[in-house]
Structures are given as structure tokens and as C-alpha cells.
């Protein structure tokens, strides 16, 4: 696997989004010291930009600067070569290249898939659905490497830039907007374009809304709160067909969408939020193994060529036992989530350093950490959701014997407790394990949201009293979440790992705004979940400055 002696180790990173960027930025140090030559290639014409924001720039309350984590000039600095607007269009794995769309080959050492993921079409009349597997891309790889989808006028999937610019045109005139699908980031579009004025309806096919993190009391709960905040909810409907009016600029555009039931839901604009794939697609025409992505071992190289690795969400992670390897279908698949892309891609890139700087010898660096379930939250104003594992069981469920148990109590049985007051839009769910918080569920409650946050992620015990959890969100609380809340090494940022240390230490040194945090820590630049904590940081910093004390640990 070694380069030649005294030529650099030559990395092609497919991909410019978030992960591909990060690892871009860690391996930096390898090519200023000559150690490293690296190629980024990135099929948007942007500088990488975060994709959970993309919803928030289509209403006008995010800029594209706020946006964008690497800019290709910082990267060009460090000797490390961006091709922006350029697309991969093939693998050559027996001379080790890849061709791009502009007639270049760029030959590689190591070549690192940071390919993503593309929106989900689902199957409806009127709407064409792309086949990407083997012998469609064969036969049509081109156009199907070149464009995600071809979709009609008036239809989109709020996955880029230009997926918002054409909401943001709905949104200026007050158009109405039909969401499909009632997951996460469809629904804070939804809520999003409602408070800047847009007529909203979400349409999706299950009893409730985020329905893969919510039980049926949380996500009743939360269906009463999208209707309060104006958002049109219509459940029970599953979608068919797209019927289509003529274009005055030529050609057809959404007009209705229609469910099985025999709904007709008009509008002037069809978001489709229906989940993600892994865009494997160089892979495959490669012969590389994938599975729901690339498929990858613990050290992220692909089951079938070592010098192939693959990091986010195009990476199907998986040991590749001898049984594994037989198998048509295999298990898992890539994490969705943006923390665990990002220390994917810093681990690989401490690798590839350690291995330039030893000459291509034997690496000796364990494998990536092991990660567990992260919290999942619902970003917009006066609904405030927070959930994570599996919040299913009711307090009255029997638990099989052969069920799941926590690593830290693997014998404890399972308990349950469970708070509604739907009149008042608030819910909260706890599943434990010898007190220990195992999954949850909160809507309507931020504070109690925050404090369960905490517990979970530092594996602490509940009291006894679950009870004393729900006066949080009560009238007379006072001082909102614990002081663990703001212990310096308490975790504020789960997808970059920041502490409240760390943030103390940047408002100290003037990074005195949520933005500012951002760019001086990386807080709050992934799903954005955190800001409200780091706000919350802030403003005990400056609390004490006005004192004139030191701020408390």
C-alpha cells in the first residue's frame, strides 16, 4: 500500500460537504510538511456549506456566509487543491485514478468517498424515479453521475442551495407550500416558512409525525403544536401521484398532490422530505461492495479494495466477517447523522498523517470510538422537541426477557415513566435502567429537555422523584437546568465534542455570539441542536463580567 520512497502520499477526496471538508482541514499539517499531496473534488460550485441549515437560508434567517464551515481559498493556503463544480465521473481501481468531468485524471494513493447522501424520491405518478443501480448506471451514468434528479417545475427536496432559492421565491409571495414526509427536517421547513408566511401543509402517510424518534404521546402532542404554530397537518395519507399545470415558461409544474384516499392538496410548491440514501454511485460502477452505502470495516476501508476508504454518510460501516461477505443483504447502515461523519473523517485523517509520517509502515491506531445514539431535536421557535433511543415501551408493557439492556446495568429491568398535559402542549417520556437514563422523549419542555439531555449524556442516575424533573418548565422554577449544566467539562456541542470549558474560554477571549462560538470552536456548525446551550454559556459569561467576578464552574 506504501507510495514510492520520497514522493508524497497522493489522497482524492470525492466530496466537499461537511465531512469531506473536515477532513480536508485535518489533514493540512501532512501537506505543508510535503508528507501529503490532496485533491478535493466538489460537484457544487460552493465552498462547503452545512446542509441542516438549508431551511433556514430558504426563509432568510440564515445567510450562506453563517452557513459556510471550509472555504476552498483557507484549504488553497494550506497547499491543498479544491475542484469545486467538478464531478467524478469514474474509478479506475487497477491504475488507481479517477476521471473527472473536465477530462482530468487525477491519480491517487488513497482515494476517500466523502460522497454524502441524496434526498429519497418516492414512487408517485408524475414524478420520475431514477433506478441507480448496475445496469442503470451503465447505461446512463453520465446524467445520473452529473444530476441527483430530474424533477418537475415546482418539486424539490430542500437538500442544497438551489433546492432554496426556489423555496425562498414560494415563501417571498406567500405561496403555499405541501411538505411530504413529517420528519425532522421537513418539519422544521415547515415551521420555518409558516413563520415567514407561507400557507404550510404536511402531508405524510403514519398516525403522527417523527414517527422513527417520537412515541404516540409525544407525537400526538407534537401533530397539536405544528397546527397551533399554522402549519396544516394531514395524517393517515399516503401519497400517489403529482398532478401538474402547465408552465408559462414552457413545460409542466406542480400543481396538487394526490394520496390514495383521494385527497387533492394544491400548491405552489412539493417539498419532498422523505429520507436519504447513500450516493454510492462511483462505487458501484467501480465494483465496490456497498450495502444501504459504502460498505467499510472499523478502520473505514472498503470490503473490496484497502486503498478505498469512505467516511459519513456514505459509509456503511460494518466488519466484514467471512459470513458477512456471503450474504446478499447485510446489516446497518450509515449513522445520518453529521458528529459521527466528522470524527470519521478526523480519525482518518490522523491515520493517513501517522502513516505518511512513518513512510507508509504498519499503523497502530485503534479504531474509531464506538458511538451511541445521539439526541435528535426539533430547531424552531415555541416547539421545542428532544428525543432519543428507543422511546416505544409504555410503563405497562411486559419487557421480554430477550430485550436489549444497557451496557453499564445489563441485568436492570426496565422502567418507565411518562407525563402528559396535552392541553398545554407538554410531554414527557423516561425509560431507565437502574436509574440510569436509557431513551427519552420531551416536547413542550426546553429546561427539562436540557437537564434530561445532560443526565443521558453523562450517564447519570434520575432521581428518584421524576417528578422533580417537570418543575423546570414550572412557574416557579428558578435558574433553569442544574449547575452540571455549566461544570467546564460538561459537553455542550455533542457533534464536535465542545465543552463548556472551551466556550468560557472563547467569550473570555471575545467571542461574545452564538456565530462567534461557531467559528471559533465549531459549536453549534452541526445539526444545531446545541445553540440554545451556548447561548445560555454566553450569557453566564457575561453575567459575571458585569459583576466583575470570575465565571463559576
Known sequence: MSPRPGRPLR??????????????????????????????????????????????????????????????????????????????????????????????????????????????????????????????????????????????????????????????????????????????????????????????????????????????????????????????????????????????????????????????????????????????????LAGVRVGSGVLVGEDLSSWSDERIFAIGDCAHVLAPTPDLRRERIVPGGPSGLIGPGWRQAEWLATRFLIEAAAGGSPLELGPPPVERASTVALKAERVDVVAVGDVQAEPWDVEPTTADTCSVHPAAPRSVSVWADPDHGRYVKMITRAGVLTAFVCVGMPRTAAELTLLYDGGGELPADRSVLLRLDGPDATGGASADAFAPSTTVCTCNGVTVGRIMDAAQSGSTTVACIGKATRAGTGCGGCTGRIAAVLERVADSDRQGEPVPA
Not at 491543498?80 to 479506475?92: H, Y
Not at 477530462?103 to 418516492?122: C, K, M, Q, S
Not at 453520465?142 to 437538500?159: E, F, I, K, W, Y
Not at 395519507?237 to 384516499?261: N, Q, W
Open 11 to 284: 489522497i482524492v477526496v470525492v466530496g466537499f460537504g461537511p465531512v469531506g471538508a473536515r477532513f480536508a482541514e485535518e489533514v493540512a499539517p501532512g501537506v505543508r510538511d510535503g508528507s501529503l499531496q490532496v485533491t478535493v473534488v466538489g460537484q457544487e460550485p460552493f465552498d462547503a456549506y452545512n446542509r441542516v441549515l438549508v431551511a433556514d437560508h430558504a426563509v432568510g434567517s440564515t445567510g450562506l456566509a453563517d452557513m459556510t464551515l471550509v472555504s476552498a481559498e483557507d484549504l488553497a493556503r494550506d497547499g491543498i487543491r479544491v475542484l469545486r463544480g467538478t464531478t467524478a465521473m469514474q474509478i479506475d481501481r487497477e491504475t488507481r485514478t479517477v476521471e473527472l468531468d473536465t477530462g482530468e485524471t487525477l491519480p491517487y494513493d488513497r482515494l476517500v468517498l466523502a460522497t454524502g447522501a441524496r434526498a429519497n424520491v418516492p414512487t408517485l405518478d408524475g414524478v420520475d424515479r431514477r433506478k441507480r443501480d448496475l445496469p442503470a448506471l451503465e447505461k446512463y451514468g453520465r446524467s445520473l453521475l452529473l444530476s441527483d434528479h430530474d424533477l418537475p417545475r415546482g418539486v424539490c427536496t430542500m437538500r442544497d442551495l438551489a433546492d432554496a432559492d426556489v423555496t425562498a421565491e414560494v415563501v417571498r409571495s406567500g405561496g403555499r407550500i405541501v411538505v411530504l414526509g413529517a420528519g425532522v427536517l421537513g418539519l422544521e421547513l415547515a415551521l420555518s416558512a409558516a413563520r415567514a408566511g407561507a400557507d404550510v401543509v404536511v402531508v405524510h402517510h403514519g398516525p403522527t409525525p417523527m414517527p422513527r424518534n417520537l412515541d404516540r404521546g409525544g407525537g400526538s402532542v407534537l401533530a397539536a403544536a405544528l397546527r397551533a404554530a399554522g402549519v396544516e397537518v394531514i395524517a393517515h395519507s399516503r401519497a400517489e401521484a403529482v398532478g401538474h399545470r402547465d408552465d408559462p415558461v414552457g413545460g409542466r409544474h406542480f400543481d396538487a398532490l394526490i394520496t390514495a384516499d383521494g385527497k387533492r392538496i394544491t400548491g405552489d410548491l412539493l417539498v419532498l422530505s422523505c429520507g436519504v440514501s447513500a450516493r454510492s454511485d462511483l462505487a458501484i
